[in-house]
């Protein structure tokens, strides 16, 4: 959708209408309206402009950081130091074109899926997108529409879920004139209503602005902690690099074309400058590959979540099985109606009900019956009785739906009966009379008249798609409104591990037996849309990463309490719309792929992280330890440019984009600093132990400095090896490509990058330290190790008592 701001017309008082509902707003009608600004068109887009992608990639504080630290280089005419800055301007465009990329792709799923409505206009119903809704429109509203605009019931009745505007879960019944509010649903029935107020003038646009005002968005686990990591280095690289500034130039004496360079150099070592980028094109290329495969993110954040999920919660209908439904066998209980007679009913009974599901749709299909009666007044099905009724004259009704909920101290005989249709897989429905109108309410005594048993055909691509969570250790949930026997069965076939293990969702009453049913159970039957809910907060109190999928209005709660969020997008309006992803040709076996997706960005976004975080450590250290003892940075920012280039920069672009699907464990940051940590201490013991040796023997500084690049170099390569373990040919070629280019920069084009030829006693001292490289990472590795044993050991289980107790309080 396009910005209000871009296509509003100014506003001009026009004449208000209730159309008659038969015939709607003429065309002339709806001319003036859209002309007048009159259109349903919502005050802010969701998709960043091209402007704004361009700004937030060029406007950043290490941008700016970089430029005055060009400006200081340019000053003392220093020019050939300026390497680093080509290096900042080639990662700038990257951002943008890969993000516009990801906008294009993005923008043209959004269209594909956006909303629609259907409207009465010149006597034609027609299907149009919400943002060309008008006020005065006529829409047709049923189950599963998400309300556009406030409007007015005119003509019929729904029940309506107001959940996503006033966080209650219950149901409220709209008839005629009552008012209809933007952002809520329908639950079940139909109606005709016109709308009142439309765009910003909504009550779910005023409620947005205000949020939006007040909340800033959600950021996932991996961009918080990436914001924070900068933030920090942020606070500290400016008074860092003031004094290692005044230290080399006022305290040890340097030069000030010697202090500058050398200062630039520090703090350009602690800038992680392409990590944000990195994982800013990493997500977009995800975005754009998820597209390609008809997944629309609404929420790039989800994909981090994604690739930590565990546990993922689907429904029977639409997932395991296909969409469709057909009727299969149809069994009269009762001794004085004939099979002839029931379907006689079934097809009156029917005939009054709305489709608004696909078991109801099954059964208009399978009874079409011509039939002179018509009925008084109807309930159309609800996720809270399981059940739709028809009343008729002299309080003659007609209930079906689910057995337990219709008759719950059903006779031993039927329960058996129903029993063996369910161990079948087969949905079974029961029809009863009741002799009189209960309205709302479930009849007392009704009587039995038939069994209706229903099926779908499992899906082709099931047991693989399963089979692919199962080898990914991610646990499946099924939770379905059906019979528990029935999706079991079906769960069995389809290859779901331990789907014997199921329970009826009506014996589940308190939180403790769902937390304990959730750690057991694998099937869930007869679940109501707020139990959904519960499960799913249940898992996440337990420490799981849950994906809930859904496609239906009773999904809604659990959609939205889920850490990742999946919808279809055959489903309703209102569960696309909350959901994070939608899959929008509505095929669960492509699943696998976005999962992995999730996993591929986020595992390789912490490998790239980590040889970033190496650089970071280093230069910190030394920085910090450049306060108290008379220690210059040794590396000029040309030599670091060299080294940042060969084993971070161009690696981590390659490698964030490889094949990768481990499942996500831990924190990103502490995964990350654990990697790089090892890594980073060894640059500063080589490094210090250098400089202490050039100090001691009277090394020559350019000798120095040169033994100092190399180091760090073999570091850094060392630290490459170990992010690219496992080998395969494309990392193989990656880091042999970037090794020669190292030595062709040392060896061809040293004194490009004032590297000089080292003496005897200089390479003595060279080898002694690279020798000692990997017994430090070892060394380190090896305490780290020590050291996260110790706080699993002792300190986690203390802490976690700790906050138990204080919880408790």
């Keep these: 959708m396009k910005k209000q701001a871009e296509i509003q017309p100014q506003r001009v008082e026009i004449e208000r209408v209730t159309p008659p509902i038969e015939q709607g707003l003429t065309d002339s009608q709806v001319r003036i309206r859209m002309e007048n600004g009159y259109t349903n068109v919502m005050p802010e887009d969701t998709s960043h402009s091209v402007k704004q992608i361009i700004k937030s990639n060029v406007f950043t504080f290490f941008n700016l950081l970089f430029i005055l630290l060009a400006a200081a280089i340019i000053a003392v005419g220093s020019y050939k130091n300026l390497l680093f800055m080509p290096v900042v301007i080639v990662n ?87 008012s209809l509010y933007s952002g809520s649903y329908v639950v079940s029935g139909y109606c005709i209503a016109v709308l009142q107020q439309v765009g910003a003038d909504s009550f779910a646009a005023r409620l947005t602005i205000e949020a939006k005002q007040k909340k800033k968005k959600t950021q996932s686990e991996m ?29 040890l004496g340097n030069p000030l074309t010697d202090s500058v360079v050398s200062t630039v150099a520090s703090l350009i070592g602690m800038i992680p400058e392409g990590l944000y980028l990195l994982t800013s094109v990493a997500l977009a290329v995800s975005v754009i590959r998820l597209g390609q495969k008809k997944t629309l993110v609404h929420d790039m954040g989800c994909i981090d979540t994604l690739a ?83 009343f008729f004259e002299d309080n003659e009704s007609y209930y079906i739906g689910a057995p337990e909920f219709l008759m719950p101290q059903m006779d031993e005989t039927l329960q058996q009966t129903i029993g063996q249709y369910a161990e079948q897989g087969k949905r079974v429905l029961l029809l009863t009379r009741a002799d009189e109108a209960y309205h709302g309410a479930l009849p007392e005594n009704p009587v039995p008249l038939a069994l209706i048993m229903l099926m779908n055909p499992i899906r082709a691509e099931a047991k693989s798609t399963f089979g692919f969570f199962a080898e990914q250790g991610v646990n499946i949930k099924v939770i379905s409104g059906d019979n528990p026997l029935t999706v079991s069965r079906i769960a069995e076939q389809a290859g779901i591990a331990n789907a014997a293990k199921y329970v009826d969702a009506t014996t589940l009453t308190t939180d403790e037996l769902i937390d304990e049913a959730m750690e057991t159970y694998t099937v869930f039957g007869r679940v109501t849309p707020e139990q959904k809910r519960q499960f799913v907060l249940s898992m996440k109190k337990h420490g799981h990463h849950v994906a809930m999928t859904g496609d239906g209005v009773n999904d809604l709660l659990a959609l939205k309490s889920a850490d990742c969020s999946i919808a279809m997008a055959s489903g309703s309006d209102a569960a696309a719309q909350v959901s994070q ?27 790239a992280a980590s040889l970033f975080l190496v650089k970071n450590i280093f230069s910190f250290f030394v920085a910090f330890l450049a306060l108290f003892i008379p220690l210059t940075y040794p590396l000029t920012p040309m030599q670091l440019s060299l080294i940042s280039t060969l084993t971070i920069g161009t690696p981590s672009f390659f490698l964030a984009l490889a094949p990768n699907t481990e499942r996500v464990k831990g924190h990103f940051l502490k995964n990350v600093l654990f990697k790089a940590m090892p890594a980073g201490l060894t640059n500063v013991f080589l490094i210090c132990g250098t400089l202490l040796f050039a100090y001691v023997f009277k090394m020559p500084d350019d000798e120095s400095s040169t033994i100092c690049v190399i180091l760090m170099g073999f570091v850094g390569f060392l630290m490459l090896w170990r992010v690219c373990t496992p080998f395969n040919l494309k990392r193989r070629v990656l880091w042999g490509t970037m090794f020669a280019g190292f030595l062709i920069g040392v060896l061809g084009l040293g004194r490009f990058f004032d590297l000089t030829s080292l003496s005897l006693g200089s390479w003595l001292v060279f080898i002694v330290f690279m020798l000692l490289a990997v017994p430090t990472i070892r060394t380190i590795t090896q305490i780290m190790n020590y050291g996260a044993d110790l706080i699993n050991k002792y300190i986690s289980p203390w802490m976690r008592k700790v906050k138990e107790k204080w919880n408790e309080r």
């Design 581 to 607: 992803l939608v899959l929008l040709d509505s095929n669960f076996a492509a699943m696998p792929s976005v999962v992995a997706e999730g996993r591929r960005v986020v595992n390789n976004i912490e490998r």
């Design 92 to 178: 700038t465009v990257i951002g943008i074109v890969q993000e516009l990329r990801a906008k294009k792709v993005l923008d043209q799923l959004t269209v594909i899926s956006a909303p629609h409505a259907t409207v009465v206009r010149s006597g034609q119903r027609q299907q149009i997108p919400v943002d060309q809704l008008v006020i005065d429109d006529l829409i047709v509203l049923g189950a599963g529409n998400q309300i556009p605009a406030d409007a007015i019931v005119l003509n019929g009745q729904v029940q309506v879920n107001e959940s996503l505007i006033t966080g209650e879960s219950d149901e409220v019944t709209k008839n005629v004139d009552d």
């Design 308 to 390: 930590r999920v565990d546990v993922l919660c689907v429904d029977k209908t639409g997932t395991i099985t296909e969409p469709d439904m057909m009727v299969t066998d149809l069994r009269t209980i009762h001794p004085n109606y004939s099979d002839s007679e029931i379907r006689h009913i079934l097809g009156f009974v029917t005939g009054a009900l709305p489709a608004e599901n696909i078991t109801m749709q099954a059964l208009k299909a399978e009874y079409d019956i011509p039939s002179p009666r018509r009925a008084v007044s109807i309930l159309p099905f609800s996720s809270v009785t399981k059940c739709s009724a028809v």
């Design 223 to 251: 961009l918080r902690a990436l914001s924070r990591l900068i933030q920090v280095i942020g606070f500290l690289i400016i008074p860092l690099g003031l004094i290692v500034f005044y230290r080399s130039w006022k305290v």
